[in-house]
């Protein structure tokens, strides 16, 4: 499986991104796609995920209400809409993916720079 991930970019404090990350293929039937983010000097942090369905969504606390997750299956992508960004959104951002049922992500896009000016 390989992971794209786009639709970085630098904007201000406000505004509105769309990120996505369009698969390849996938390996497993059922299976779990997430977003992390990576800023400066910090771990990669959790963001969000979605089921293969479509049928449950997870946010971090830090984003929920800002960030939705979503996905079409039928352009084999997921899409992380971010709305009110702020300057702590500034990260590397990462898609991965996973099987359904395990805790580790087995595949991994290489990332997209978001920057969020106050």
């Known amino acids: 499986v390989q992971l794209q991930a786009s639709g970085g970019g630098l904007v201000q404090a406000g505004d509105s991104l769309r990120l996505s990350c369009a698969a390849s293929r996938h390996t497993f039937t059922s299976y779990v796609t997430g977003w992390f983010r990576q800023a400066p000097g910090k771990e990669r942090e959790f963001v969000a995920s979605i089921t293969w369905s479509g049928g449950s969504t997870y946010y971090a606390s830090s984003v929920k209400g800002r960030f939705t997750i979503s996905r079409d299956n039928a352009k084999n992508t997921v899409y992380l809409q971010m709305n009110s960004l702020k300057p702590e959104d500034t990260a590397v951002y990462y898609c991965?993916?996973?099987?359904?049922?395990?805790?580790?992500?087995?595949?991994w896009g290489q990332g997209t720079q978001v920057t969020v000016s106050s």
């Open positions: 991965a993916e996973r099987r359904t049922g395990q805790t580790g992500y087995d595949y």
